[in-house]
C-alpha cells in the first residue's frame, strides 16, 4: 500500500463491531502494553472498541510500511498520542485517528501534522449553553442562527472541526477552545485565531457514515482527500 503523496491525505473508517473472527484478527496483533491496557477495561463493549480500533491501526500502518502489523512500533507523544517510532519512519508520515460509537476514523499523510475527529450524531438539548462554554463567539452567533432542527447535527459540524484543530495542535483539551474560530460554513473554511486568518492551515468537512460528522485538519494546504473503508478479512 503506497504512502499518500504530497499534499494528500488518505482517511479510513471502519465499524469497531465486526464478526467475532475478526475481532479475535485485531486482537493478535496487539503489543503486551496493548493487552495490558485491554484488560483494565471494566465493560466488554469498551475493551471490545479499544482491541479493533488498536488493531486496524496496526493493518493500515502495517500496508504502509510493509511490515506485518504486530511488528508497527509506537513512540508516544504529550497526552500520550501515539506516532511511529523514528526507526520505522524514514517516510515522515504522520497519522490521527477518533471514534465515536461503533465507527473509527484515522488519518494519514506525509511530512505535516493532521488532525481528525469523529461524532456520533445525539441530541443536544444544552447545545446553545455548550457552544457559549466551548465555541468562540463568532462560531456561537452562527449557531444561534441555525434553524431548531439543525441544531444538533451544526453543533457536531462546529464541534468536529474544533476538535481536529486541537488534535492537529497535539495539545488536548487544553488548547483555548474559545480563542480561534473554524470557519467551517465558508468557502473554502478557514481558520482564524485570535483574529486573523492563518492561510497555511486546512480545514475539511469530511464524508462519514450516515448519524455521523467528522472533519479534518491540517497544518498546511490540502490539495487531495481520499476517504475510504477498511475491510476485515473474517
Known sequence: MQSPPPSTVHIWY???????PAIAQMEAALAPDEWARLRRF???????????????????????????????????????KPVLAESQNQTG????????????????????EIGVDVEEHRNFPDAHQLAQRFFSPVEAEWLGNQPAEQTPTAFLRCWTCKEAVVKALGSGLMAPLQEFTVAHWQTPPHLLWPAASIPDWSIHLLNPPPNYSAA?????????????HFHFDR
Open 14 to 20: 471502519t465499524r469497531l463491531d465486526p464478526s467475532a
Open 216 to 228: 479534518l485538519a491540517a497544518t498546511s494546504p490540502i490539495t487531495a482527500i481520499q476517504e475510504r
Open 93 to 112: 508520515l504522520h497519522f490521527n485517528l477518533s471514534d465515536s460509537g461503533e465507527v473509527a476514523v484515522y488519518a494519514f499523510a506525509i511530512g505535516q
Open 42 to 80: 471494566h465493560f466488554a463493549r469498551d475493551a471490545r472498541r479499544y482491541a479493533v480500533r488498536r488493531g486496524v491501526l496496526r493493518h493500515l500502518l502495517g500496508g504502509y510500511l510493509s511490515v506485518t502489523p504486530a511488528d508497527v512500533a509506537f513512540a508516544y507523544g504529550p497526552q500520550q
